[in-house]
């Protein structure tokens, strides 16, 4: 074992094992993304983006292997990334829906807290009641159409039309909790609009302006976060409408992929944002 001889000197094994630890410095920003990516909200909305960031990207490397082909530097007008992006992508669909299997236990507590600790609202309750109850709809048939496909085995042996009723009512329930979900954070926005324009007034009167300039961040912060979620969440309707009816609305997925990556990104900012702590970020 080598040692160091005064102490500005390093040991070779300091050297050669320790070169990565001593090369990665504290970092406040991976502090959050090692805090973000380890609840599953941030997993999935990370895998989300991923997903359709590789579905977008697909069709252009075809297109310039087709460009290719034409100028004679390709055999074929094929690109076999474009078959693996789309494959990546199913595959990370796949793995989000499994992972989201047990959320059907946080909507049955969610639903409980409601009743026994219910917002001032009663428009906030009922909203938080119908959406609970459309994610009840929602999971057993996203789960019963999921095992019942193809890829999954399937794993339940039913009709293909029950089948495709089943996605059918998942996504429409999936619609009906979106959609309240816009109406809550509108009606949330109009109230700290209310709380914003009295925090003013307050401001010129009273002398505890720590207090007050506080107040006024945080309502700016909360606003800030409502608008990534509205973002997501409207950019959302058009694709659960499409998914929503037998065989979609419009003859291609592009622009339903363009309005579900907007959505990814926007719900991927979001929960950046908010699952961050005060600080110089590094």
Do not use: C
């Not at 990370?92 to 059907?104: N, V």
């Not at 999921?146 to 619609?175: D, E, H, K, M, N």
């Not at 979106?178 to 209310?194: D, P, R, T």
């Amino acid at each position: 074992m080598s040692s160091v001889k005064n102490g500005s000197s390093l040991a070779i094994d300091d050297l050669l094992l320790g070169f990565v630890g001593s090369s990665t410095p504290p970092s406040q920003r991976l502090n959050h993304a090692i805090r973000y990516f380890s609840t599953w909200s941030g997993t999935d909305k990370l895998m989300m983006t991923t997903q359709y960031t590789a579905k977008l990207l697909a069709p252009f490397l075809l297109y310039r292997a087709e460009l290719q082909f034409r100028a004679g530097k390709r055999a074929q007008p094929l690109s076999l990334t474009t078959d693996g992006l789309y494959k990546f992508a199913g595959q990370l669909s796949q793995a989000r829906r499994i992972m989201g299997f047990w959320g059907l236990l946080a909507i049955l507590k969610g639903l409980s807290d409601l009743e026994r600790s219910p917002p001032r609202s009663r428009l906030a309750l009922n909203i938080g009641r119908l959406q609970g109850l459309s994610m009840l709809v929602f999971y057993p048939l996203e789960y019963i159409s999921f095992f019942s496909a193809p890829f999954s085995g399937p794993l339940l042996r039913i009709s293909p039309a029950a089948q495709i009723q089943a996605s059918l009512w998942s996504v429409r329930a999936w619609g009906v909790w979106v959609a309240l979900k816009v109406v809550e954070l509108v009606a949330e926005w109009n109230g700290l609009l209310h709380r914003q324009r009295e925090a003013r007034i307050n401001y010129a009167e009273d002398s505890d302006t720590l207090t007050m300039e506080h107040t006024l961040k945080m309502i700016e912060k909360r606003k800030k976060a409502i608008k990534y979620q509205l973002f997501a969440n409207i950019s959302r309707l058009p694709v659960i409408t499409h998914w929503s009816v037998v065989g979609g609305i419009y003859q291609s997925e592009y622009w339903t992929n363009v309005l579900s990556l907007i959505s990814a990104l926007a719900a991927f900012r979001g929960g950046w944002e908010s699952n961050r702590v005060p600080g110089p970020m590094k």
